[in-house]
């Protein structure tokens, strides 16, 4: 009985693992592709969008004032990131990464781009990739990468692999990482969230 014990264990344990691997998949972000549910009168008013997604989840985009907003599946305008935008103007990347465990989706990562102006009015253009966090039926930020920083990409997904598990939507602070420093609020608003629903279906 005991010799059969220990290769037992050995064919368990691959298992186990291997159903623990992280991995990404990606989906296209292209308003123009994507079903319209609103529009408001002139472009820079903004308006709203379907986009097809992974799974049960597709994307929807709201626009206004310039500025983008993203939700995540059937719930997204009751999502905490239904509210979460940059200050600065901002648009959207072409492209949805999927953190995948399990075979299910847990984060997002966003590449969106932001225009303000410096004190002598110059344009200052920053990209930052976005790490949101997939919990149930609510999303949040849970990370702002600035696309300058060290391997920007791989800290994107480290955040998200690390950290969306734990983090709590309604009481923790996003994280920045970029050579200006400075804290989420800086950058973004929207963020803790005591909780939706954010929009009118």
């Known amino acids: 009985m005991k010799r059969l014990l220990f290769p037992i264990a050995l064919t368990v344990f691959p298992i186990s693992v291997a159903a623990a691997e992280i991995s990404s998949v990606y ?33 929807r985009v709201w626009e206004g004032d310039l500025r983008s907003f993203v939700g995540f599946g059937r719930q997204a305008p009751a999502q ?20 995948m465990r399990d075979g299910k989706p847990f984060a997002t990562i966003l590449r969106w781009f932001t225009e303000s102006s410096a ?14 966090k997939l919990d149930g039926a609510d999303a949040c930020h849970i990370a702002y990468v600035d696309t300058k920083y060290t391997d920007a990409n791989e800290v994107a997904r ?9 983090f709590d939507c ?26 939706g629903p954010y929009r009118e279906e």
């Open 80 to 99: 905490c990131a239904a509210m979460q935008t940059f200050g600065a103007f901002n648009s959207l990347g072409p492209r949805v990464e999927w953190r």
């Open 170 to 195: 309604a009481k923790d602070m996003p994280e920045i990482f970029s050579a200006r420093g400075g804290s989420a609020t800086d950058y973004a608003s929207g963020m803790p969230c005591p909780g």
């Open 158 to 166: 480290q955040r998200a692999d690390e950290r969306a598990q734990t």
């Open 119 to 132: 004190d002598d009015g110059a344009p200052v253009k920053q990209n930052w990739l976005v790490v949101t």
């Open 27 to 59: 989906s296209e972000l292209d308003l123009k592709k994507c079903e319209k549910l609103a529009l408001q009168e002139t472009e820079d008013e903004g308006g709203e969008w379907r986009c097809r997604g992974i799974r049960d989840y597709d994307v």
